[in-house]
């Protein structure tokens, strides 16, 4: 009896997750793009946008202050870069400090524990300071006020978080949860957990694009998945007037372990293969 009952209980998990699709529950969605420079893929951003502005959509940006990472130069510098970021942010577009020269220093995979490279944890909270402020002069020096904070490789400390809150930035779009929540001293934490648009019945889910490697295909799946999903996407400022006052709940804390849970096997299969 019990060999049947488990044979047939993936059915009835499978049928219970096509009536709740059936019946058009989702979640809501940010949409995330990482490492705007000067030596970006120019040429496929300049079509994402256009999709962006045609269907209203207002996204979260991860600019690098002052790019020093050669990965991320593939393509001729555009000299007029920080006008680009004025008038995204003119736009309503939510501009996020990713990092300060995207340049990996130490093998600490910080409090998210992603990826083990970082430009910040493992640091002392002197030298980090010292980047951050750097990195915020060069925004305010054009004009750029973020709204949020992105880390390079999804890796920062303690130390992190309290220089942040010193130089004034308060929302963090990192982290494995169902929902944005404030933590204890004060910070918003809206969760980053997808990297392509997958179906979610309920929650906040930022779906994070680096479209510096990308090719055709994926700029016309990106279309596909915007015009399906696009009743569902929402804004940071939207999201954060309806979660700040949430905190984190045992659910959250049991979707970080299993979410880490799979991150780690799967970092771990692509390692060995």
Same mark, same amino acid.
């Given at each position: 009896m019990d060999a049947l009952k488990a044979q047939f209980q993936p059915l009835e998990l499978k049928c219970g997750l096509a009536l709740i699709a059936s019946l058009r529950m989702y979640g809501k969605y940010l949409i995330? =793009?990482?490492?705007?420079?000067?030596?970006?893929?120019? %040429?496929?951003?300049?079509?994402?946008?256009?999709? #962006?502005?045609?269907?209203?959509? !207002?996204? #979260? #940006?991860?600019?690098?202050? %002052?790019?020093?990472?050669? $990965?991320? !130069?593939?393509?001729?510098?555009?000299?007029? =870069? &920080?006008?680009?970021?004025? $008038? &995204?942010?003119?736009?309503?577009?939510?501009?996020? #400090?990713?990092g300060y020269q995207h340049l990996y220093v130490t093998r600490d995979a910080g409090i998210v524990g992603i990826q083990p490279r970082s430009e910040f944890a493992g640091l002392p909270a002197a030298e980090q300071e010292q980047k951050l402020r750097k990195a915020m002069a060069i925004f305010r020096d054009n004009g750029i006020e973020p709204q949020l904070w992105i880390a390079p490789a999804h890796s920062f400390d303690r130390h992190t978080l309290a220089c942040l809150a010193e130089i004034g930035l308060s929302t963090i779009s990192d982290g494995l949860a169902l929902a944005p929540h404030t933590d204890p001293v004060g910070l918003f934490w809206v969760p980053q957990q997808l990297w392509r648009f997958r179906w979610r019945p309920f929650g906040v889910w930022t779906v994070c694009y680096h479209h510096n490697q990308w090719q055709r295909h994926d700029l016309e799946r990106f279309r596909a998945d915007i015009r399906r999903y696009q009743d569902f996407i929402t804004t940071l400022p939207i999201i954060r007037d309806l979660y700040s006052r949430r905190r984190l709940t045992l659910m959250d804390s049991g979707y970080r372990r299993a979410h880490s849970a799979v991150l780690s096997y799967r970092l771990l299969t692509r390692a060995s293969a």
């Open positions: 995330r =793009f990482d490492d705007l420079c000067p030596t970006m893929n120019w %040429d496929i951003w300049v079509e994402i946008e256009a999709v #962006l502005v045609e269907q209203n959509i !207002a996204p #979260l #940006l991860a600019v690098v202050p %002052d790019n020093h990472d050669p $990965k991320l !130069a593939v393509g001729p510098s555009c000299s007029p =870069f &920080w006008h680009e970021v004025r $008038k &995204w942010q003119a736009r309503g577009w939510s501009i996020g #400090l990713h």
